[in-house]
């Protein structure tokens, strides 16, 4: 191992140890090639549970946003969305048209659309679209189902057809059933892990799992827009809608900043999840099991860790855990 990767996988096991993961993995690409992969503890919290491998499936939770954002992406570089600036109203016949308002396609995949969700499934407005930012479901719920109205397939289907398919990738995918390749989701450490698994594929649930080595593949596709050994798998366009900063002028400057549902670094601000001495530029995506991808197309490099602990960095200070590791891969790649 090159020991200038140790502080990052000793940040890695320290938050596994700290927040009672089971699993954690660890890969990192610079220049196009794979640089260290780390793998370490069980699918479970249980006896006999299976050791983590490469093989090992995690589930990404809210990182599947990242490959929702690749279909939006596409609908607009097709046509089939005219403009993120379009209203919503004109596309989602199935909502409440006063309650979509002036929300915006760019609203929804910025997480700045004011829209919540009740257990009970009732829709309502937490604030004006654009006036704010909250991570919220509904937003994943409702693009879903509009680029299935779109494509009249899912958006799983659709990437399996344009993405995982040409690039012979097994080890991504939205889960009803239990493999032996499964990690499970640890939600208490009191308790055995359970299974995150969906009642259908078609992207609307968060069972999507996917193999270390392929989360960081997903990232690597991205940094080189769309090209993959000198194949153009993905548009070029398409990449450069999904992670340049698409968000609204915020009065708020502390506010976050996406592309399309990806984290983009911009100005340093209090609710980013994208650490200070990060080079603008650079793009995250994560989920509450504790998956990231971070790239930074400054230093030709992506990293992706996995984690299966729901709440995996856990309490208030979360913004700090997660900004603090996207810190001490810039400091590592700064030293190259």
Known sequence: ???????????????????????????????????????????????????????????????????????????????????????????????????????????????SHGLHQKEDGTIYREFEPGENWAYRGINVLLISRLIEKLYGKSFPELLKERVFLPLGWDQTGWHTED????????????????????????????????????????????LNHGNVNGRKIVPSEVIHLATQIQSPWFKDKELPHNGIFWYVKAEPAARSEIGDRVPKGAYQILGITGPAILVIPEYNAVVAKMYNKRYNYGGENYLHYLREFSNIVSDTFKKV
């Open 179 to 222: 493999t032996d390749e499964l990690v499970k989701v640890i939600i208490d450490p009191e308790q055995k892990g359970t299974d995150k698994l969906g009642d259908s594929k078609d992207g609307s649930q968060s069972n999507l799992y996917v193999s270390a080595r392929e989360f960081a593949y997903w990232g690597n596709l991205h």
């Open 1 to 111: 191992m090159n020991i200038k990767f140790e502080p990052l996988i000793t940040w890695v096991e320290n938050i596994k140890e700290r927040n009672h993961s089971s699993a954690a993995a660890l890969v990192i690409i610079k220049d196009n090639e794979i640089v260290l992969e780390h793998y370490s503890g069980y699918h479970s919290n249980t006896d006999l549970a299976r050791k983590v491998t490469a093989e090992s499936q995690f589930n990404v939770a809210s990182a599947r946003k990242s490959y929702l954002g690749l279909a939006v992406a596409y609908a607009l570089y097709e046509g089939k969305i005219k403009s993120l600036d379009d209203h919503a109203a004109h596309y989602m016949d199935d909502v409440d048209h006063d309650l979509l308002g002036n929300s915006t396609i760019r609203h929804f995949v910025t997480h």
